[in-house]
């Protein structure tokens, strides 16, 4: 059964482009302190947003695959277990701590908190990349 990913898409894609300008060093250059804390803080809720979605696709991809009783209140990181075991992600590791950085920015705010889960969400966007083309793999 095909899943609308339309949502995943876009989120990833803006996702992407927050990121780009963050890294554009010359463009960051020339903001002022407070502009330059607003993007960064733009691309960890856009992280949050998109990390949200990866891991409900990566369930509603399951169900129809292997059962909605296999993975029905299961935790996410045993979640994140059957997506490899199921060719979805490639490292569950990394997606443990995908995960950690998503319930940080949730209960605190703190700079060098909101800096680790930025430099996380960097290394999430490839991987959130690999999981939506094999989600539109499996849709065909």
Known sequence: MPLQL???RNALMALRAVQAKSEDAVFMASLDAITREAI???VIQHFEFTFELAWKFMRRRLEADIG???????PRRDLFRIAAENGLIDNVEAWFQYHLARNQTSH???????ASV?????????DAGI???RLEARNA
């Open 118 to 126: 930025y430099a996380r969400s960097l290394a999430f966007t490839p």
């Open 6 to 8: 339309d949502s995943f």
């Open 131 to 133: 999981l939506l083309t």
């Open 108 to 114: 605190t705010y703190d700079p060098p908190i909101a």
């Open 68 to 74: 909605r009783t296999s993975v029905d209140g299961i």
């Open 40 to 42: 960064r803080s733009g």
